[in-house]
């Protein structure tokens, strides 16, 4: 693939998985309520509906899973790279010094050809307008250096992360007992690999949109509202969870 070719597939994928970590916020809203609090599960109590209860609660605990760990399904070839929507498959289409190069270029003409609107109904001179231009090309050459230097980071991280035991045993319990059913798995068998907790979903999802926030601005120049996302979700859940009433007959 032609450097180009990379940094267009790389930001079709970055808005593709921008959008499956909105579901999955989605989803982490609605466990967040049903798996680690009592407001649906002290209705429920001690019945053979809890049964049917922990079923449910599992479902939706492995579909988190499985959504999450999607996301660092590893690529180690240009084919896994273009077939796969996962963080892996963008860090390797970016792997690239000629794609840094690219992105650092798009970064720095944006800024350099962002437009100014002039105050007031009397044009500037041209003294103001070319100390204006020149002021801003020395600020486009400063962040085109903070972009090379994120693109780095972000690279690092997404190697430390795929390095980390947490999204070894996430994507390992995923494999073993969701996506397969396996005596042992690849991993296993290369050495022990721990078990996952409740909670290590969150946290990996939490590591997964720091490194997507940095990845939408090398690759896009933009950036996504998380804080207001949260809110608007919570909002969502807590509407229909937080006064959902189960009546259990038994």
Not at 57 to 74: K, Q
Request: proline share 2%; glycine share 2%; hydrophobic share 40%.
């Amino acid at each position: 693939m032609t450097p180009d070719e990379r940094v267009k597939a790389a930001r079709e994928k970055i808005n593709r998985i921008l959008l499956s970590l909105r579901t999955l916020l989605q989803l982490r809203s609605v466990n967040e309520i049903v798996l680690y609090s009592n407001t649906l599960s002290k209705q429920v109590g001690t019945s053979y509906a809890a049964n049917a209860y922990n079923v449910l609660t599992g479902a939706l605990f492995e579909s988190e899973l499985v959504r999450i760990c999607a996301l660092w399904d590893p690529t180690r070839s240009e084919q896994a790279a273009c077939d796969r929507d996962s963080i892996p498959a963008v860090a390797w289409l970016i792997d690239s010094d000629a794609v840094a190069d690219a992105l650092v270029a798009d970064i720095v003409f944006a800024a350099q050809n962002m437009k100014v609107h002039w105050a007031g109904k009397n044009k500037p001179s041209e003294d103001i307008r070319r100390w204006t231009q020149q002021r801003r090309d020395v600020e486009a050459q400063e962040e085109g250096a903070r972009a090379r230097l994120r693109i780095d980071e972000v690279k690092k991280k997404i190697a430390e992360t795929e390095r980390s035991n947490l999204q070894r045993s996430l994507r390992n319990f995923r494999d073993k007992h969701i996506a397969h059913a396996l005596v042992e798995t690849k991993a296993e068998k290369k050495g022990k690999v721990e078990t996952p907790r409740h909670g290590h979903e969150a946290e990996l999802f939490e590591a997964s949109v720091d490194i997507v926030n940095d990845l939408l601005y090398v690759l896009t120049n933009a950036s996504f509202h998380w804080a207001e996302a949260r809110k608007q979700t919570a909002r969502c859940s807590g509407a229909l969870l937080s006064r959902c009433k189960l009546n259990i007959l038994e």
